[in-house]
């Protein structure tokens, strides 16, 4: 059964930095497009970067240029998104998800069919 499992967030003042972890079972994530996401309450979800599955090529939302970095760690099936330099307003709850179907960069939620239960991160001002 694929799943994905994020772990890594957590309470984190104004200019700190976090390492979230996306851990793949039941599927290799090397061959998917893997995004990151963020949520707040009453809002939609929002891609914060992206790595392809063609050639790990990389997106970047505008609020996490400079400060996001995604990479993948084939042998231990996780991708990783560093943050650094947070603000408060970065502020959700943030998710994997794997497209199993794009080669390329994948930028919205709906294109997207496998997804971990989140991860709480709160940065503190």
């Known amino acids: 059964q694929a799943q994905l499992a994020e772990s890594g967030g957590g309470l984190v003042q104004s200019g700190g930095s976090l390492r979230l972890s996306c851990r793949g079972s039941g599927f290799t994530l090397e061959y998917n497009t893997i995004g990151w996401f963020r949520q707040t309450p009453g809002k939609e979800r929002e891609v914060g970067a992206c790595?392809?599955?063609?050639?790990?090529?990389?997106y970047y939302a505008d609020s996490g240029k400079g400060r996001f970095t995604i990479s993948r760690e084939n042998a231990k099936n996780t991708v990783y998104l560093h943050m650094k330099s947070l603000k408060p307003k970065a502020t959700a709850v943030y998710y994997c998800?794997?497209?199993?179907?794009?080669?390329?960069?994948?930028?919205?939620?709906?294109?997207?069919?496998?997804w971990g239960q989140g991860t709480q991160v709160t940065v503190s001002s």
């Open positions: 998800g794997a497209d199993i179907e794009a080669l390329g960069i994948a930028q919205f939620s709906s294109e997207y069919y496998y």
């Open positions: 790595i392809s599955s063609s050639d790990s090529s990389t």
